[in-house]
């Protein structure tokens, strides 16, 4: 049976990837990693101070959804160490993913935006839908305590449809003919290929994306909502299971499910 670390164990998502973890027949739960919360008691384990305890505790493989500037150090231990890693934090740049590929040697990493299946889907289907109409803009909607705009799901679907776009040979979106800004900021931010994104923050969500697509005398609505964490759960014990088969670094989790 494969022992599983997870850093960042005190946060919800944290929490509920030790659950999923503990409650799986095929894997334990290790060793939980969390600097703020310290001596708590999750799914039976001690939460320690640091990732020194990982090895220790004979965990081959660690899911991280700590924040950005903690992964960053993380990664570069993990490798070291020679664990397979499986992260769901967002806010790492192309040139710092490249250098986590180059150490990853020994062991296997996957990073991904978002681990629920059906906002993988949703992503797929708009890289589909792209070409064939001829605008398009993104509402993701969050809780109250993400820190980050806009979400790393709406840029990476974002990224998809302009990428879609020039592979079809469509050219890029219209330009956006406002020109007249009553309220600054109003247009939403312009991510990847011209695609506007509005990111909502409010109490009582968890997360939620709505893709908006439109063409000449008619528009296409793709959607996907995360009424609770436990919805990620599939996606994150899907990668965590997969990892010691994927050389390298692998981005997403659309290759693992054949995608």
Same mark, same amino acid.
């Given at each position: 049976?494969?022992?599983?670390?997870?850093?960042?164990?005190?946060?919800?998502?944290?929490?509920?990837?030790?659950?999923?973890?503990?409650?799986?027949?095929?894997?334990?739960?290790?060793?939980?990693?969390?600097?703020?919360?310290?001596?708590?008691?999750?799914?039976?384990?001690?939460?320690?101070?640091?990732?020194?305890?990982?090895? @220790? @505790?004979?965990?081959?493989?660690?899911?991280?959804?700590?924040?950005?500037?903690?992964?960053?150090?993380?990664?570069?231990?993990? @490798?070291?160490?020679?664990?397979? @890693?499986?992260?769901?934090?967002?806010?790492?740049?192309?040139?710092?993913?490249?250098?986590?590929?180059?150490?990853?040697?020994?062991?296997?990493?996957?990073?991904?935006?978002?681990?629920?299946?059906?906002?993988?889907?949703?992503?797929?289907?708009?890289?589909?839908?792209?070409? #064939?109409?001829?605008?398009?803009?993104?509402?993701?909607?969050?809780?109250?305590?993400?820190?980050?705009?806009?979400?790393?799901?709406?840029?990476?679907?974002?990224?998809?449809?302009?990428?879609?776009?020039?592979?079809?040979?469509?050219?890029?979106?219209?330009?956006?003919?406002?020109?007249?800004?009553?309220?600054?900021?109003?247009?939403?931010?312009?991510?990847?290929?011209?695609?506007?994104? #509005?990111?909502?923050?409010?109490?009582?969500?968890?997360? #939620?994306?709505?893709?908006?697509?439109?063409?000449?005398?008619?528009?296409?609505?793709?959607?996907?909502?995360?009424?609770?964490?436990?919805?990620?759960?599939?996606?994150?014990?899907?990668?965590?299971?997969?990892?010691?088969?994927?050389?390298?670094?692998?981005?997403?989790?659309?290759?693992?499910?054949?995608?």
């Amino acid at each position: 049976m494969r022992k599983v670390g997870v850093v960042g164990a005190g946060g919800r998502m944290g929490q509920e990837v030790c659950r999923a973890v503990s409650e799986a027949s095929d894997l334990e739960l290790g060793a939980a990693v969390d600097p703020n919360h310290v001596g708590e008691t999750i799914e039976g384990q001690t939460v320690a101070a640091g990732t020194d305890v990982l090895s @220790a @505790a004979g965990v081959d493989t660690v899911v991280d959804f700590s924040v950005a500037n903690a992964v960053r150090d993380n990664l570069a231990f993990y @490798a070291e160490q020679g664990l397979h @890693a499986v992260v769901g934090t967002t806010g790492l740049s192309e040139p710092e993913l490249a250098a986590a590929a180059e150490r990853f040697t020994r062991s296997n990493l996957v990073v991904a935006a978002n681990f629920a299946i059906g906002a993988v889907l949703l992503m797929r289907f708009c890289e589909l839908a792209a070409p #064939h109409m001829d605008g398009v803009e993104i509402i993701e909607l969050h809780h109250d305590a993400k820190r980050d705009a806009p979400s790393g799901t709406a840029l990476h679907t974002a990224q998809g449809i302009a990428e879609a776009r020039q592979q079809a040979g469509v050219g890029p979106l219209p330009a956006d003919p406002t020109t007249e800004f009553v309220v600054p900021g109003a247009r939403g931010g312009e991510g990847p290929g011209g695609v506007h994104i #509005h990111s909502v923050r409010l109490p009582g969500l968890i997360a #939620h994306e709505e893709v908006l697509f439109g063409a000449l005398g008619q528009s296409l609505s793709i959607r996907h909502d995360s009424y609770d964490r436990r919805s990620f759960m599939p996606g994150v014990l899907l990668a965590v299971r997969a990892v010691p088969e994927r050389p390298g670094l692998t981005i997403g989790i659309e290759a693992l499910l054949g995608l």
